[in-house]
């Protein structure tokens, strides 16, 4: 598949790129999306949920009432359960939520949502550029020389430039990632993906 390179401006530079059809055109494979997208998830959670036990309750141990001769049930300590202020059966405890994930899988995940976003064109490939200061309005102007202003983008760059990354920063739906920051996640949530020129030929290198 060919693309034309666009400059900053949304200009066609006249210059043609070619995708490879190793990473941009496979068969998508729905699954292993799903298990990359879960591993990620799984991953972004603390796991530091916690709710005490009845022996972690701070309570009185004397016994309630007496054993025999009240005609209800027998109680031995007010940390029990069923007991207001007792403690919690099976309560959550902190945990650790990665699971193993190979990393073949991994990248045929990424391949399977690159090439989606290819036979949508959703995907733009874009000149190589920088800014001579970090700020919102020339980024502002960039997505809206593409015509993206609003739209939920991902702009893969070759190597971290800070007056990109913070030009984008407090703009709302508008992501700015190095290639080796790229998660199958960041991919399948944006509507439209930003690949620089520098970045592409580094995506095909790690993903081949």
């Known amino acids: ?3 034309s390179v666009l400059n900053k401006n949304g200009k066609d530079t006249g ?6 059809d190793s ?8 699954h292993v999306v799903y298990l990359d997208v879960k591993h990620y998830l799984a991953n972004q959670r603390q796991g530091t949920h916690k709710a005490k036990q009845r022996a972690e309750i701070n309570r009185s141990t004397k016994k309630i009432v007496r054993q025999k001769g009240s005609g209800g049930a027998r109680h031995g300590s007010t940390k029990a359960p069923i007991f207001v202020g007792g403690g919690r059966v099976f309560g959550p405890v902190p945990r650790d939520y990665d699971f193993k994930l190979n990393k073949k899988i991994k990248v045929l995940a990424r391949k399977s949502v690159l090439s989606s976003r290819a036979s949508e064109s959703n995907i733009s490939i874009i000149e190589n550029f920088t800014f001579e200061a970090p700020k919102t309005k020339l ?6 020389a593409l015509s993206l202003t609003g739209i939920k983008t991902l702009f ?9 990354y913070l030009s984008a920063r407090n703009i709302p739906k508008a992501k700015v990632i190095s290639v080796d920051e790229v998660s199958t996640y960041d991919l399948i949530n944006a ?10 030929s580094k995506i095909e290198t790690i993903l081949n």
């Open 191 to 200: 509507d439209k993906v930003l690949i620089s020129e520098s970045a592409l």
């Open 15 to 20: 210059r043609t790129v070619t995708l490879a």
């Open 156 to 164: 893969i760059i070759g190597d971290y430039d800070s007056n990109i």
């Open 1 to 3: 598949m060919n693309l």
């Open 23 to 30: 990473v941009f055109g496979i068969e998508p494979n729905q």
């Open 139 to 144: 980024y502002l102007s960039f997505l809206n």
